[in-house]
């Protein structure tokens, strides 16, 4: 059974800095990693898709690796701000064969101080 | 720009009581798919479908029930709450669930199980 674990679980951090937060996954077997942001109270917003034959995505200050033989994302942000602040979900797409819903991690609980 | 959406925003149930949370979507999407995120679990899908007219379960499926119709519609039914399904329910879709594609969620539906 896949297994995804996001670390770390929570960070705070002053405006302006540069960070990474870390997304690991058991079986390398996967279609694509999507990271996501979820606001307190509110649905998820896609930042990012990766699939499994590319090695990063950019999009803005944001900028997404994907290792799938090592079973590794990063999600990197850039000159992070207060708007920042949020929860980061990673899922993967396993391609067991089904179609089958994604695998989430826990999340990266980010704040971003002024 | 509907994207999914999700009604009811907010429910309280008392237990026993039956109810259906609605998703609907207007990108003509292949794929939909119910999660609920409960604290500390992260997002667990419930069930799923490829298609209408076809469903499937997901990790958690037991207490509810899933049917589709149309396209644009993938209702979740509880059919006598449990406090144990106290939750915040996501409904998602994609245009399929096996290629590399993106998965957009629902604002989300917070249920309360008395």
């Known amino acids: 059974k896949q297994e995804v674990t996001q670390i770390p679980a929570a960070l705070s951090v002053p405006e302006g800095e540069n960070l990474v937060l870390n997304c690991s996954f058991t079986?390398?077997?996967?279609?694509?990693l999507q990271w996501f942001r979820q606001d307190p109270g509110k649905g998820l917003t896609s930042l990012l898709l990766?699939?499994?034959?590319?090695r990063e995505q950019t999009s803005g200050r944001l900028n997404a690796s994907l290792d799938k033989s090592s079973g590794r994302s990063t999600l990197y942000i850039a000159a992070s701000q207060p708007g920042d602040s949020a929860t980061y979900l990673c899922a993967v797409k396993g391609s067991g064969g089904g179609a089958d819903g994604l695998t989430f991690g826990k999340g990266t609980h980010l704040i971003i101080q002024p | 720009n509907a994207g999914v959406t999700q009604t009811p925003k907010f429910q309280v149930l008392k237990t026993g009581q039956s109810m259906t949370l609605q998703c609907a979507q207007d990108?003509?999407?292949?794929?939909m798919s119910w999660y609920r995120q409960d604290p500390g679990m992260g997002l667990r899908l419930i069930h799923y479908?490829?298609?209408?007219?076809?469903?499937d379960q997901g990790e958690v499926p037991n207490g509810y029930n899933v049917s589709r119709s149309t396209t644009e519609d993938f209702p979740l039914r509880l059919l006598s709450a449990a406090p144990s399904q106290t939750s915040v329910y996501f409904c998602a879709s994609s245009y399929s669930g096996i290629l590399n594609t993106e998965a957009f969620f629902g604002q989300g539906t917070r249920l309360t199980v008395v």
């Open positions: 479908s490829v298609g209408a007219g076809i469903t």
């Open positions: 990766i699939q499994s034959s590319q």
């Open positions: 990108m003509n999407h292949e794929y």
């Open positions: 079986d390398s077997a996967i279609y694509n």
